[in-house]
């Protein structure tokens, strides 16, 4: 359900205005990084935890799902990089407790100042069913899908079953995130917003996660896509890789630009990571670089409209279902 007005501010307190500077001149480029100045009190102290639904000591992530006030919420605490500009804050600045000692050997836990031990903590409130079976630990299948396939049984799926695009609409209208935003092209046809994706902390270039997100609604994912949508792609990827070579000092030869396929979200939009981050989501069974797409369109307009795709699905994902009932698994 919607949330009232009333309630949202009492769980998320208005936050003000987000204060962007720039950033150390290194000769990367102007990095520039938005840091929210107001405390947004704590939304979390009335969390009750229900279950953890995946941890990963190597990703060193946790996701929790549980209740605020009665209603489902999934939290996701992420342990961050270090930053290598805070290091000798954080050896001047830290307690250090021994652990052990042996001969050149030590270990010790070190007890960085608050300020530099900092925990990414992403919130999703009222989370719906939906949203704690996508954070929930699966196992993972590959499905095949043809072009008649596509038609007969993923969309009616998706049309029927998705997750809500509101906070893209919300992005676009200027009503949240819009401080974040770093590039603007207002043209209805071939213009999107680029900003950071709410998986990068913007602390430091290493893990680059910003997305690009089409003004055009009607696009759902890559099987839309033909060669009327080609000026819209090749305008993401170049004016994206100025924007990116501009503000980070990355070249396009740092980046990798894709589309997800399946989504999460059905309207277009464009990933832009870090070539040398291993993000989640960017393995060729999910990815398609926009590059690849885009020649495949030249090659055949209707590529995505009649070639087969796979892509991968959750144990508990209905569409996993649905191809079972069709006798397609
Ligand atoms: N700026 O409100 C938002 C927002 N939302 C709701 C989603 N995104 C947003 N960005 C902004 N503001 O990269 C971003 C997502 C994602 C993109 C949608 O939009 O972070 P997609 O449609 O292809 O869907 O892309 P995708 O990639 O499956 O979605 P998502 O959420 O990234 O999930 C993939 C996996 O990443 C999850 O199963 C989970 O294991 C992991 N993950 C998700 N969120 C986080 C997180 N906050 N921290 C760590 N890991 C996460």
């Known amino acids: 359900r919607e949330l009232g007005e009333e309630e949202i501010n009492e769980f998320f307190p208005k936050i003000k205005k987000s204060k962007a500077h720039p950033e150390s001149e290194n000769g990367k480029g102007e990095h520039k990084i938005t840091e929210n100045t107001e405390e947004s009190g704590n939304v979390l102290s009335k969390f009750e935890t229900a279950a953890v639904l995946s941890d990963s000591a190597r990703e060193k992530t946790v996701f929790v799902h549980g209740k605020i006030s009665g209603q489902d919420a999934v939290v996701i605490l992420e342990k ?32 960085a100042p608050a300020h530099l031990n900092e925990i990414k903590t992403t919130v999703v409130f009222p989370a719906t069913q939906k949203h704690i079976q996508k954070y929930q630990r699966q196992e993972s299948f590959l499905l095949e899908e043809t072009a008649e396939d596509y038609f007969s049984i993923t969309l009616p799926y998706i049309q029927e079953q998705h997750f809500s695009v509101q906070w893209v609409y919300n992005i676009l209208e200027k009503k949240a995130e819009s401080e974040r935003i770093l590039f603007e092209d207002t043209d209805p046809k071939t213009g999107f917003v680029l900003l950071p994706d709410f998986k990068w902390n913007q602390k430091q270039v290493d893990d680059l996660y910003l997305i690009a997100i089409s003004h055009l609604r009607d696009i759902k994912s890559l099987r839309d896509l033909t060669s009327e949508h080609l000026p819209l792609l090749q305008n993401i990827l170049l004016k994206g ?89």
Do not use: C
């Open 80 to 111: 961050t990089p270090i930053q290598k500009e805070v290091l000798s804050q954080i050896f001047s600045e830290s307690r250090l407790k021994l652990q052990m000692k042996n001969d050149i050997y030590s270990t010790y836990q070190l007890q």
């Open 241 to 329: 890789q100025d924007l990116i070579l501009s503000t980070f000092g990355l070249p396009r030869s740092k980046l990798r630009v894709y589309l997800h396929y399946q989504p999460s979200y059905y309207h277009l939009h464009v990933h832009f990571t870090h070539l040398g981050f291993d993000a989640l989501g960017s393995g060729v069974e999910r990815a398609h670089l926009i590059q690849d797409v885009i020649q495949n369109i030249q090659i055949n307009p209707r590529f995505y409209q009649t070639r087969t795709l796979y892509f991968p699905v959750r144990a508990d994902d209905g569409l996993l279902r649905k191809y079972r009932e069709a006798g397609k698994m």
